[in-house]
């Protein structure tokens, strides 16, 4: 929405015969904007306070003629609810399918928590399916809710505050706090509601835009958020005679053990994303008879839900995290991973998109698969210290574990962070305990080479 301070008065005109018969007129920006009244006294009065707002400097909309203040005091009769769906349907079709759905998941949770004080409703899991798969999801809207979602959803628009009283700071600290808490009460992850947090705090200065708020009421409001250690814990990454050994667990089990046993080295050697593994095609890959090779990575792909996506896929495809559509990120790979990738293309073949790694139905691997080999491998090789660890519980700490070597390594940072595809800050705020050894090793360089020019005469 543009505001203008265009803004022309027209003296009260007079049509007799009208039950209204006093008009006001204005204009914004050229676009020609009237009210009636009964009396002239109130026409006057009327057009006194818009003249006023023009004097004070007030722009105004030229859509309704009305100066911002009136628009907001209007619009804030607009519930949260209505809002929020609202910026659901301006931003959907420029959204990725992973990214709606995220979305909806934040704004479900504050939106149930947003209502007049006292409220809730009888069946608080069913209200917030309903407003998550239903209200905040454009895809839904050609169909109506079915019956149970419908009477939720009635009771929430009912009860939705109105944006007026989301300038409240204990009403937002409600709203707030709901962020940190699952649907069952206990706590939520601090990652998760920093995350759902972003999502609302775009959803208010949206607002602001639209003239919703004269300011972004978040901004300035005393309340702490969960502490997120975005650090990477040490103990939870396996140093390389461990990553050799889970390895080689993965590839000694039966089923989908083999197939996923150069995935899992792509994960350590290469320091990939899994949606990063999933999305490798053999077209990317440089894996020559001996010596290192390189992948050129271009893109991942990301289960999102098909009722997400504009075509019922399940699945999509991104670019790179964090860069343009058609960037590219080489990664030299040691010959190990050279080796593990040739032997997988000669036994399992490739699929017909030229990816390297499919399912047995030759589909992208699925998530819960390669979980459930992980957890295999690490129950037949770990001892029970190293499970009450958590000691590499997740396969993404492979990852870790790769970037962390490289940084053990003594490879510069900066050149860390580029294979890894991050920004050096990340690099730095995730491996701060690991980078401590790099630094040492930088100040004895350092000293050595102070010590070599160091002037014999002063020493003495």
């Not at 049509?15 to 006001?24: H, N, P, Y």
């Not at 069952?184 to 208010?204: C, I, L, S």
């Not at 083999?258 to 999933?278: D, K, N, Q, S, T």
């Not at 050129?296 to 289960?303: H, M, T």
Request: hydrophobic share 40%.
């Amino acid at each position: 929405m543009v505001l203008s301070y265009k803004v022309r008065f027209w003296e009260i005109r007079e049509r007799s015969g009208r039950a209204k018969a006093f008009d006001v007129r204005w204009t914004v920006n050229g676009r020609e904007k009237s009210e009636s009244f009964l009396t002239k006294a109130l026409a006057e009065s009327r057009r006194a306070k818009l003249m006023t707002a023009a004097r004070e400097g007030e722009p105004f909309d030229p859509k309704t003629g009305l100066p911002a203040s009136e628009l907001r005091a209007l619009r804030q009769r607009i519930t949260w609810y209505t809002l929020a769906r609202e910026y659901i349907d301006d931003r959907w079709e420029r959204t990725p399918g992973n990214t709606r759905r995220t979305i909806a998941e934040a704004l479900a949770t504050i939106t149930v928590a947003f209502v007049e004080k006292g409220a809730a409703y009888h069946q608080p899991y069913l209200l917030r399916r309903a407003v998550y798969s239903w209200a905040l999801n454009k895809n839904s809207w050609a169909h109506e809710p079915r019956g149970d979602w419908a009477a939720a959803l009635a009771w929430l628009e009912r009860k939705s505050l109105p944006l007026g009283e989301l300038e409240d700071p204990d009403v937002l600290r409600r709203g707030l706090d709901a962020l940190c808490r699952k649907l069952d009460g206990t706590v939520a992850a601090a990652k998760t509601t920093k995350r759902k947090k972003a999502a609302v705090n775009e959803v208010f200065s949206t607002a602001v835009e639209k003239g919703y708020f004269a300011h972004n009421p978040l901004v300035g409001l005393r309340w702490t958020a969960p502490a997120v250690d975005d650090e990477v814990d040490p103990d939870c990454v396996p140093n390389p005679i461990q990553v050799t050994r889970l390895l080689e667990a993965v590839r000694r089990l039966p089923g989908r053990g083999p197939h996923l046993y150069a995935f899992f080295g792509c994960m350590y050697y290469a320091a990939m994303r899994p949606a990063e593994v999933i999305h490798l095609k053999k077209s990317q890959c440089r894996l020559p008879v001996t010596g290192w090779g390189l992948l050129n990575l271009k893109g991942g792909v990301v289960a999102v839900g098909k009722e997400w996506t504009d075509d019922g896929s399940v699945h999509e495809i991104h670019s790179l995290k964090r860069r343009a559509t058609k960037a590219t990120r080489p990664v030299p790979v040691p010959p190990v991973l050279v080796r593990m990738l040739r032997e997988h293309i000669a036994r399992f073949g490739i699929a017909p998109d030229g990816r390297i790694f499919q399912n047995a139905a030759g589909n992208y691997i699925d998530s819960s698969a390669y979980n459930i080999t992980w957890n295999r491998a690490r129950e037949a090789v770990f001892t029970v210290d190293e499970h009450a660890l958590n000691l590499a519980k997740r396969p993404y700490d492979l990852r870790h574990a790769g970037i962390s070597f490289w940084l053990a390594s003594g490879v510069d940072p900066a050149e860390c962070a580029r294979r890894a595809g991050q920004s050096i800050h990340v690099l730095f705020r995730y491996y701060a305990k690991f980078l401590a050894g790099t630094r040492d090793r930088a100040n004895e360089l350092i000293e050595r080479s102070m010590d070599r020019w160091e002037d014999p005469q002063v020493r003495g």
